[in-house]
Each structure stands twice: as structure tokens, then as C-alpha cells.
């Protein structure tokens, strides 16, 4: 059995690497995976004492150009390569930015993740008390998150990454607690910032790509490497933590308050506390870093028709804070819920997002019984979430390879969508149905590899189809329909096979709506609806001919 999931990490870990070096030389003039490695060295070379960054460095050196040259992209035009490595270089300081606070923030949230559950029964809960606790955070997430998120467009999308830090740094100070009132409460904290960590984030960031005018495709580069980010900054989360974890035995803070009935004989320290005191720093230096590299942004002040949806929104918009400023929290919370209940097309990519991410979280539930047979020896929890985690790199890398643009066929973003969940439900259906261990782990690697290009993928179709004015407001909401997903599978006494069917269902059904979405979205195209077309060489020649005639004085002949 271990010999299985050792053979498929080893396949894993060799695709990634592959496709990862595809991915670096097609983006090696815009930077986009070199950015995530430089930053990720320059914190090893402060750790290290290293002042020779030179050394860190893997944007090439720029070639001589004698003459400007057209690179005609889908819609747009990148005149000359002067212009690209402008937009190169601003893409990559903006993404340097974005990455050093969002994966912070996603790093606070793994280190906690694994261990909730077995902090809640180390205190000696049962496991009744602790689904409780659980139903109660994704219902905070659903009914206060929601509401709470939609200020993030009137008050700014910085100001809430502070608020995101102090309600999770809230929610990890309850846990020293053994007491269930206050354990309670530290999940609504805990169900509003996750609330705010899937908006705040990627609002900020289609937010600061319009203000930099930058072009499209560089939107689909930064929501890669975030994701790729996501997956590295996963194993280091889960290495750091279980070192923490063992570090010293869960006690109590004072042991000689035990038998009275003070506070200090609810606080506890070590064990599985230290995940969550690591978060703690490391959600202090999200804030301080927000503040530090992020500018504020706000969502568009202007009042658009969201029918229109099918254009990117508000790019050359000036930064500042809308008309909403003071309006109610609720209100702006409302008026959103009108905007995604009266434009089809924001509709469906709601239900599209919550189908596919209901069927993540279930995933995220069954995994563990799904694979862990009572005939077999208990297999290698840590090898599999690392194979899992370089699965969903590998699918941000292929994401990145197919919608290059110099690729041979710059596969749409709406096809690709169709490809991700109807590929999830095939997958879904075969586990439900399978009685094979190892097969259902190799389907569960491929189901991560489309988690992996799913990301970048909804990121891209949610920027083109939220108007600015209500994103954060807006993702709240998609939110909504997830959460209530989440709360059925965990009230509902299902085994893996049957909830696996139910994912199959669900991703059957997005993969109809995606189809829908795309129909809906290139009606009036001539074009293909399954990639973006480019001119022929033919047919630049012609235009170059054209042009030149156009510009040569006519001469009279005597």
C-alpha cells in the first residue's frame, strides 16, 4: 500500500517539474512563476545572512531589439517589446507584493487547519459536541461573513485585510480556552475570516491589475502563481506545524489553578496549540505587511449596467472610495444579493463556483475514510497530502501552459472551465464507484489537478463578470450556496462512496451550466468558441504590405 502512494508522489513530483519548467520558459519574459521564486528566496537569502541577490535572480537579461514588432494577443495589442517589459516589470512588482501578504494569510490558515479537530478532542469533547462546533463556524461563514465582506468595497480591500488579521487572530486565541462557550465564539470569528480570505484578496488584486492597465492576460498569470504559491506554502505549513505540535505536551498554563474555578483553569498551552500561536505571528506580519506594500483600493464609483458584463470592468477607473461609504454594512450586502439575482451571468458563476467548491470541501471530509480500509495498515497520511498539494501545483502550471499566448491554441478560459468539472465528474463517479484503494488514489491526484487550474480559472471569469463596484460583496455571496453545501455533508450521515456520488451529480450539473456560461458569453462572436483565434501568417503579410503602400509617396512617371 505505502509502495503505491510512494510510486504516485514520485510520478506527481516528475509531471510537476515538467510542466513547471514549460510553464517558466513560456512566461520567462513577463515573469510571473519567477516573481513566487524570487520572493520566495529573498526570505531565504534574509534567513541566511546572503546579500548576493544577483544571485537569486531569474528574470533574463532583456535582448536587443532594432525594431519594434506587433504581437497581436486575443483583443489587444502589445505594440512593441519596449511596451511588454514595461508591462513585465510592473506585473511583477505588483505580484511580488500581492504574494508576500496573501501567502501569509494562507499561511495562517493552513497551520490551523489540521489540528482543529484534534484540539476539540483533546479537550474531551465528544464527537458530537464537535460537529457543533464545526456547524457553527461555516454558518458564521455563511450568514455574518457574507454580510461583513460586502464592506470591503466602500471602506477598502487593505482595511479589511486588517480586519482579517485581528477576527483570526480572535478566533486562534480562543482555542487556549477549554471551554465551549468561548471555543463557540472563536468559530464565528473563524467562519467571518474565512469569509474574508476567498474575497478580500482577489478583489485587491483584479482591483490593482486594472489601476496598473495592465493587459488581461497577465490576471491569469498572477492567479497561477498564486495558487501555485498556495500549494508550496501548504507543505511548508504542514511541516512546521507537526514540529510545533511535538515540541511540548498540551497542559494546563497554571497547573495550580486546577481545582479552583477560575479563568486560568480553561487555559491551556502546548501541543496542538502551537499550530495556532504560530498563526498568530504570522497573521501580525499579514497586517504589517499589507500596510507596508499594498496601496488601498475601493470598489468603482461609478453606478454601471451589469448586463454588460461581458467587457472587463472599470479599467483605467482612479482609485478612491465609493458612494457607498456610508452606507449600512446590510445594505450593501442587499444590493449585491439584487445584482447576482437579476444578471443571469453572474448567477450561473456563483452556482458554478459553489458546485465545484461544495464538491472540494466533501473531498476534503472523504478522503481520509475513503482510503483508509480496515484491512490494510494505516497509510501514510503526510506522503498523501504532500502528493495532493504537488498535484494542485502541477495544476496551476498547466493552467499557465494552456492559456499562453504563445501557445499554439490559447485555449479559452471558459473552455478550459468545461474541461475542469466535466473531468472532476468522471473522476467522482469512478471513485463512488471503485473498489480499488489504489485507483481511487490516483483519482483523487487528478481531481487535485484540476483544484489546481480551477482556481485560476473561476479567478479569471469572476474578474471579467463582477462588476467592481460589488465584488467583495459579491464573493461573499457565492459563498453563501458553498456553505450551505458544507453544513448538509456534515449534519448528513454519508459514507464516502455515497457522498462521492453526490460530487458527481453536482459537477455534472456545473459542467452543464459552464457549457450554458460559455454559450451565453461568445453569442455575437464569430470567432471559435473553444480557443482564441489569431491571424494567419498570410494574412499579416497582407496587412504589412497594405500598411507599407499606405506610408510610400507615389511617384509620377514621365
Known amino acids: 500500500m505505502a509502495t503505491d502512494f510512494l510510486l504516485f508522489f514520485l510520478v506527481t513530483v516528475t509531471i510537476t517539474t515538467l510542466v513547471t519548467a514549460r510553464s517558466s520558459v513560456i512566461y520567462r519574459k513577463n515573469a510571473a512563476v519567477n516573481c513566487f521564486l524570487r520572493w520566495i528566496f529573498s526570505l531565504s537569502c534574509c534567513c541566511c545572512g546572503s546579500s548576493n541577490r544577483q544571485f537569486w535572480s531569474f528574470t533574463p537579461k532583456p535582448e536587443k ?98 480586519v482579517f488579521a485581528v477576527v483570526y487572530t480572535c478566533s486562534c486565541i480562543t482555542k487556549h480556552f477549554k471551554s465551549f462557550p468561548i471555543l463557540l465564539l472563536g468559530r464565528f470569528f473563524g467562519g467571518i475570516s474565512t469569509s474574508l480570505l476567498f474575497s478580500i484578496f482577489d478583489s485587491w488584486l483584479i482591483r490593482s491589475h486594472a489601476l496598473a492597465n495592465l493587459p488581461s492576460q497577465y490576471l491569469g498569470m498572477s492567479f497561477a502563481s498564486a495558487q501555485f504559491g498556495n500549494s508550496v506554502i501548504a507543505i511548508l505549513a504542514g511541516l512546521l506545524a507537526n514540529k510545533a505540535a511535538d515540541y511540548r505536551p498540551l497542559t494546563l498554563y497554571d497547573p495550580s489553578a486546577a481545582d479552583t474555578k477560575g479563568i486560568m483553569s480553561y487555559v491551556y498551552v502546548g501541543g496542538f496549540l502551537a499550530p495556532f500561536d504560530i498563526a498568530i505571528v504570522v497573521l501580525a506580519l499579514c497586517g504589517c505587511l499589507s500596510l507596508t506594500l499594498w496601496d488601498e483600493n475601493y470598489g468603482d464609483q461609478r453606478k454601471r449596467d451589469t448586463k454588460s458584463s461581458q467587457s472587463t470592468n472599470s479599467l483605467s477607473d482612479d482609485a478612491g472610495p465609493s458612494n457607498s461609504t456610508g452606507e449600512s454594512c446590510f445594505s450593501g450586502f442587499s444590493g449585491a444579493a439584487r445584482v447576482v439575482w437579476s444578471n443571469n451571468e453572474i448567477r450561473l458563476a456563483g452556482i458554478i463556483s459553489s458546485l465545484f467548491e461544495g464538491s472540494m470541501y466533501v473531498f476534503v471530509f472523504m478522503w481520509t475514510p475513503a482510503i483508509n480500509t480496515d484491512d490494510e495498515e494505516d497509510p501514510p497520511f503526510g506522503f498523501i497530502f504532500s502528493t495532493f498539494m504537488v498535484c494542485c501545483m502541477a495544476g496551476s502550471s498547466f493552467f499557465s501552459v494552456l492559456t499562453s499566448e504563445h501557445s499554439m491554441f490559447q485555449i479559452k478560459t471558459e473552455a478550459i472551465g468545461i474541461g475542469i468539472f466535466a473531468t472532476s465528474a468522471i473522476l467522482f463517479g469512478i471513485m463512488a464507484m471503485s473498489t480499488s484503494t489504489s485507483l481511487t488514489f490516483g483519482c483523487m491526484n487528478v481531481f487535485e489537478v484540476t483544484v489546481g487550474m480551477y482556481f485560476p480559472t473561476m479567478g479569471i471569469l469572476k474578474s471579467q463578470i463582477v462588476p467592481e463596484c460589488q465584488r467583495s460583496a459579491i464573493y461573499n455571496i457565492y459563498r453563501i450556496p458553498l456553505n450551505f453545501i458544507v453544513l448538509m455533508s456534515l449534519l448528513t450521515d454519508l459514507t464516502p462512496s455515497q457522498s462521492f456520488g453526490v460530487c458527481f451529480l453536482m459537477l455534472s450539473l456545473a459542467t452543464f451550466l459552464q457549457w450554458k456560461l460559455m454559450l451565453q458569453r461568445s453569442s455575437g462572436n464569430n470567432g471559435s468558441i473553444w480557443y482564441v483565434e489569431r491571424p494567419s501568417v498570410v494574412d499579416e503579410e497582407q496587412d504589412e504590405n497594405i500598411d507599407i503602400q499606405a506610408k510610400t509617396p507615389l511617384v509620377n512617371s514621365v
Open 65 to 162: 531589439s532594432t525594431e519594434s514588432s506587433v504581437a497581436l494577443i486575443g483583443d489587444e495589442n502589445i505594440v512593441d517589446t519596449g511596451a511588454d517589459r514595461k508591462n513585465s516589470q510592473r506585473h511583477s512588482s505588483l505580484l511580488y507584493r500581492y504574494l508576500a501578504v496573501y501567502l501569509m494569510a494562507t499561511l495562517s490558515d493552513w497551520l490551523q487547519g489540521p489540528y482543529v479537530y484534534a484540539l476539540y478532542s483533546s479537550y474531551g469533547y465528544s464527537q458530537h459536541a464537535i460537529a457543533i462546533l464545526f456547524v457553527a463556524g461555516f454558518g458564521s461563514s455563511m450568514i455574518f461573513g457574507s454580510v461583513v465582506g460586502s464592506f470591503a468595497d466602500s471602506q477598502g480591500r487593505r482595511c479589511m485585510v486588517l
